[in-house]
Nanobody, 125 residues
Framework: HVQLVESGGGSVQAGGSLRLSCAAN????????MAWFRQAPAKERQGVAA????????YYPDSVKGRFTISQDNNNNTLWLQMNNLKPEDTAMYYC???????????????????WGHGTQVTVS
């Protein structure tokens, strides 16, 4: 049973920073892709960062490139999202997701991810 648990959300002022964490338990695949998505009220879920295991490539949409950084610790199955220079439009529920690396499809397509956390709220004012 795979469990993803996010933490680190909160309320910050514009220009501030937050670091989100995702603890992955029970995930036995040695080759995977993990990602952070966000969803604001009445908006579609949007991918903000993705990374392949084993020091693989990372991906960001233009809206967060240069401000967000995804990283991982493969030893204890932890994924992080460092968010700097936060803007009010970054306000959303942030979710951690995982899928086998062999899954094809765009890394920011939510439907290609099998495992999801329950989310952590980020509010920027």
């Amino acid at each position: 049973h795979v469990q993803l648990v996010e933490s680190g959300g909160g309320s910050v002022q514009a220009g501030g920073s937050l670091r989100l964490s995702c603890a992955a338990n029970g995930y036995t695949s040695t080759s995977y892709c993990m990602a952070w998505f966000r969803q604001a009220p009445a908006k579609e879920r949007q991918g903000v960062a993705a990374i392949y295991s084993g020091g693989g490539s990372s991906y960001y949409p233009d809206s967060v490139k240069g401000r967000f950084t995804i990283s991982q610790d493969n030893n204890n199955n932890t994924l992080w999202l460092q968010m700097n220079n936060l803007k009010p439009e970054d306000t959303a529920m942030y979710y951690c997701a995982a899928r086998p690396a062999r899954n094809v499809g765009w890394v920011f397509s939510p439907s290609t991810y099998k495992y999801w956390g329950h989310g952590t709220q980020v509010t920027v004012s």
